[in-house]
């Protein structure tokens, strides 16, 4: 980053401590006040809609928003405010989404806005369900290669991390280490919660660019049925303690067929709101390892109960003040799967550069290959060519919705298994999703059907002149045609 940059975010930042004096005298009645204040700070950043935006929803005291933010402005600290304002907004959300688009053209490839990564593979839990708890303490990235991941990140403009595994905070302090020494990146952590305690709050604090999302499915019975007995309590107390020191967290549900019920109950989200998340990311249940099983996908119905949830639960009147995301159903909004380097990929703890956290095949790996290869590589240019998989973004993954695809893309690359127990071929995988996908095609059909949606502007390899020209001269060569021999 030039030295420009640099000035104009040590500006930013004292800017902003400023405005936060003042609106913490009496945060109500000063919340619009610091809503134009931040349109004029960061005006020239962002479209001025957002701005306009964010302040209808400061001076609305009935919008569910608005109580989202006073509770931003209350529960935490003033280092991890200001500072992921800074990380989150300004390095990632505008230099950094800048960068990615530029390198995307130049590079003709996919250039992600998110990096996972997982510090090791060990883990303290055996989740039902979960291939993480097959793989035992088998492999970690050393502190350099994590540096080296988010350094060479940072080269094509991806400023925000998620860390993975295995149970991350075994590495908590290496962790801290990474943080401290890239204040312009925002890190978020999937924890089981089990290590956390007053240090590790004092020390995220301290960096002010660390969030953590915490495992949390449901009621005690439900969470624990798939996480062992005494987890639900030990990650209770841990938000109590996030709560008190006033650190960023959040919630991670994995939402599967036998918890559904429970994670989207008035209940739940009223009890981790008032225990102070701020983030509850939710994902669709992935029949992947050896000892997964199929029965915990959700059904076609469950799943289109979720889609209508996300629209009640977001909802600016009659919602919940906090934010809720879940990447499957939320496609719609992003242009279909995002794996594959298109918005995110991932690093597992033996260095394999996969496409999706949940598909377990690479053909690069950090210790062979750069980044920037990888994202070149045959598997990474087949998403690229792919994408999207389905022009209903109800039905985004290669795997769950579109199985086919996936089988096709490991075969033409070449890629191999990275799965560090137990090798697995596509087509055994995608036997376990054979039966859903075809289940939920004509229900998401219906519903995608009589939906509106917004246009997300998303390019993709097919829109650009190299695709047309491919798609043009294809001679029943390209991948639509290929994918006739799996119908």
Request: net charge negative; charged share 25%.
């Amino acid at each position: 980053m030039g030295e420009s940059h640099s000035i104009q975010k040590r500006a930013i930042r004292a800017t902003l401590h400023k405005m936060l004096n003042y609106v913490e005298k009496d945060p109500e009645a000063n919340l619009v006040k610091l809503a134009d204040r931040i349109g004029s700070l960061f005006g020239g950043l962002f479209p001025p809609e957002n701005f306009e935006k964010m302040k209808r929803v400061a001076a609305d005291k009935d919008n569910v928003w608005h109580r989202f933010a006073l509770s931003i402005l209350s529960d935490l600290d003033r280092n991890v405010i200001e500072q992921m304002l800074v990380s989150l907004g300004v390095d990632a959300g505008y230099y950094g989404t800048k960068a990615v688009r530029s390198n995307r053209e130049k590079y003709k490839c996919n250039i992600p806005f998110i990096i996972l990564f997982d510090p090791t593979s060990a883990c303290n839990l055996k989740c039902k369900g979960c291939w993480a708890a097959e793989y035992g303490h088998k492999s970690s990235l050393t502190n350099e290669e994590m540096q080296s991941i988010v350094s060479q990140g940072k080269e094509l403009g991806t400023h925000f991390y998620m860390l993975t595994g295995g149970e991350p905070l075994i590495r908590k302090n290496d962790i801290i280490e990474l943080a401290r020494n890239n204040r312009d990146c925002a890190f978020v952590i999937y924890t089981n919660a089990t290590l956390v305690d007053q240090k590790f709050c004092e020390d995220m604090n301290e960096v002010g660019n660390i969030g953590l999302a915490l495992s949390l499915e449901g009621t005690e019975e439900s969470n624990d049925w798939r996480r062992g007995e005494g987890a639900y309590k030990t990650t209770l107390e841990a938000m109590d303690l996030l709560k008190k020191n006033k650190c960023l967290f959040g919630i991670s549900v994995c939402y599967t067929s036998k918890n559904i019920d429970y994670i989207t109950a008035d209940s739940f989200m009223d009890m981790i709101i008032e225990k102070g998340a701020k983030y509850a990311l939710c994902f669709n249940y992935m029949p992947v390892g050896h000892d997964a099983d199929k029965t915990l996908i959700p059904t076609p119905s469950q799943r289109e109960f979720m889609y209508n949830w996300l629209k009640k639960v977001r909802n600016s009147k009659t919602g919940k003040p906090i934010f809720v995301m879940d990447f499957q159903n939320d496609a719609e909004y992003v242009g279909g799967c995002i794996a594959g380097g298109r918005n995110y990929f991932h690093v597992n703890s033996a260095g394999d550069i996969e496409p999706c956290v949940f598909i377990h095949y690479s053909d690069a790996n950090i210790r062979t290959h750069t980044l920037l290869q990888a994202l070149q590589s045959p598997l990474f240019m087949q998403y690229y060519k792919n994408q999207p998989f389905n022009d209903n973004h109800l039905r985004p993954c290669p795997m769950l919705e579109n199985p086919e695809y996936l089988q096709k893309m490991v075969k033409e690359s070449g890629a191999h298994s990275s799965d560090l127990v137990h090798e697995e071929t596509p087509e055994e995988l995608c036997e376990r999703c054979k039966d859903f996908a075809e289940a939920w095609a004509p229900e998401a059909e219906r519903i995608w059907n009589s939906t509106p949606h917004k246009d997300t502007h998303t390019q993709y390899y097919r829109d650009t002149p190299e695709g047309k020209a491919e798609l043009a001269g294809c001679n029943g060569n390209c991948s639509e045609c290929a994918m006739k021999d799996f119908e």
